[in-house]
């Protein structure tokens, strides 16, 4: 089983940045689309970004010319650059993965079947 593991999350001030990495246990990057969700308290798990095997990506519409979703295979990492950083961006951030094939653009929770344990971001304004 493919574990996931993230890093990078802290607090910034609004305006600021934050670059967050996933770990993968397991080369998964030629088999899985890999995605970044974020959480709030009392809220639904909200997908960010999503990156295919080939490279395609997809933003949710309010991380959009802000964040930056890539991989480096070699490593086995995920990352996810965050520029422009609001406090409304405030959430825990999940890692996630699935097996390639199907709609690759369906970025939402039901979708992913393997999870990393999530790390904090909290911008202040």
């Known amino acids: 089983q493919v574990q996931l593991v993230e890093s990078g999350g802290g607090s910034v001030q609004s305006g600021g940045s934050l670059r967050l990495s996933c770990a993968a246990s397991?080369?998964?990057?030629?088999?899985?689309?890999m995605a970044w969700f974020r959480q709030v308290p009392g809220k639904e798990r909200e997908g960010v970004a999503l990156?295919?095997?080939?490279?395609?990506?997809r933003y949710a519409d309010s991380v959009k010319d802000r964040f930056t979703i890539s991989k480096d295979n070699a490593k086995s990492t995920l990352y996810l650059q965050m520029n422009s950083l609001k406090p409304e961006d405030t959430a825990m951030y999940y890692c996630?993965?699935?097996?390639?094939?199907?709609?690759?653009?369906?970025?939402?929770?039901?979708?992913?079947?393997?999870w990393g344990q999530g790390t904090q971001v909290t911008v202040s304004s």
């Open positions: 990156i295919t095997t080939g490279g395609s990506t």
């Open positions: 996630a993965a699935r097996r390639a094939g199907g709609l690759w653009w369906l970025l939402r929770e039901t979708y992913f079947p393997i």
């Open positions: 397991e080369y998964t990057f030629s088999n899985y689309y």
